[in-house]
């Protein structure tokens, strides 16, 4: 029996359309994912004036990267729905490795803003808005974690994206660096802040109305 549009399953749609979501999420991470191999490149080639901020703090570099990169990539098919419903093992299981990993990302992370020296373009309040996310993005991965715990779907749902989002934070900042870099010139100081903290900012609310949107539309589907 020949299976037409009219008789196909639903789900099996949804699959389909809903491939842009880890898509568009792996390729966000590709530039972060790139630089922590770049750096751990360059770290392994010895220490220089560019990179000895990074040698005096080795373990926060490479626990950010390590646990960063793994959270970003397999992060990516945690927010995929359809991938999600089909197989909801793998979900449980990756997520006992990428709330740890995403963990020790966002710990690392805020570790390197508050010790290391500040580089002749960033601030202090960079500094600050790195500690505000990187605070955000912990805090998320804890409460998804204990919404899960308590059987609160819709709250791990929420947090859980809030994680995220902030941990791409890095990918969308390349995309409103670039453009910027091109027309204005390398920036430096609060121009750099601002432009980075709107990176975090876009990044949240696009999570947020995304998931919202998702559990709207599955209470709709049941109550229909």
């Known amino acids: ?11 099996a749609t949804r699959s389909r359309r809903d491939w ?13 994912s790139l630089g922590g191999v770049f750096r751990l490149v360059d770290l392994s080639g010895g220490r220089t004036a560019e990179n000895a901020r990074f040698f005096d ?3 926060p570099i490479l626990v950010h990267i390590f646990g960063a990169t793994a959270y970003l990539l397999l992060g990516a098919l945690q927010l995929w729905p359809s991938f999600r419903r089909r197989r909801p093992g793998w979900h449980r299981w990756t997520g006992r490795v990428l709330v740890p990993a995403g963990v020790a990302g966002g710990l690392s992370g ?5 010790f290391s020296d500040l ?6 309040t960079l500094m600050w808005l790195r500690l505000l996310f990187g605070a955000v993005m912990v805090a998320g991965l804890v409460l998804g974690l204990l919404a899960i715990r308590r059987r609160d779907v819709r709250t791990h749902q929420r947090w859980m994206a809030r994680a995220y989002a902030v941990a791409q934070g890095a990918g969308t900042q390349a995309l409103f660096l670039g453009p910027y870099v091109a027309l204005v010139g390398q920036p430096s100081g609060h121009p750099k802040a601002v432009v980075m903290g ?9 999570a947020e109305w995304l998931v919202r949107r998702s559990q709207t539309r599955q209470s709709s589907r049941r109550a229909w």
């Open 198 to 206: 709107l990176a975090w900012v876009l990044n949240l609310a696009v």
């Open 20 to 32: 842009w979501i880890p898509a568009s999420l792996l390729a966000l991470a590709v530039v972060p």
């Open 119 to 124: 580089t002749t373009h960033d601030n202090t």
């Open 110 to 114: 805020m570790w390197m803003a508050a």
């Open 57 to 59: 703090l080795p373990a």
């Open 1 to 11: 029996m020949t299976t037409t549009a009219a008789t196909r399953p639903a789900s």
